[in-house]
């Protein structure tokens, strides 16, 4: 069973906005911390954004800074990216993860559960 299911991607004109979503599934990550990071066609999975298990801490890629924002609902053991004034290169598939402490992380390897990823494509 995967532990993390995304959703909310798809096609959108650059400019728009899209919100993605991460839920928890067959276990609880309450506390934990936890991450966005994206791979587009040809290249290596790039770190977007963190979040610190209790929400207060927050961390961005210099490249989505001022466009994408990352919260949590602990109580719904969900994790949100809102991502605004999207441009072509932000097109990839996006993954969440959560990891096994509650500071922030921008390493893959700092993850332990990932999702399956979910297709974000931004047109001109």
């Known amino acids: 069973q995967v532990p993390l299911v995304e959703s909310g991607g798809g096609l959108v004109q650059a400019g728009g906005s899209l919100r993605l979503s991460c839920a928890a599934s067959?276990?609880?990550?309450?506390?934990?911390?936890k991450g966005w990071f994206r791979q587009a066609p040809g290249k290596e999975r790039e770190f977007v954004a963190t979040?610190?298990?209790?929400?207060?801490?927050?961390d961005y890629a210099d490249s989505v800074k001022g466009r994408f924002t990352i919260s949590r609902d602990n109580a719904q053991n969900t994790m949100y990216l809102q991502m605004n004034s999207l441009k072509p290169q932000d097109t990839a598939v996006y993954f969440c993860?959560?990891?096994?402490?509650?500071?922030?992380?921008?390493?893959?390897?700092?993850?332990?559960?990932w999702g399956q990823g979910t297709q974000v494509t931004v047109s001109s």
């Open positions: 979040i610190s298990g209790s929400g207060g801490s927050t």
């Open positions: 993860a959560a990891r096994s402490g509650g500071g922030l992380a921008v390493r893959i390897d700092d993850y332990d559960w």
């Open positions: 067959g276990r609880t990550f309450t506390n934990y911390a």
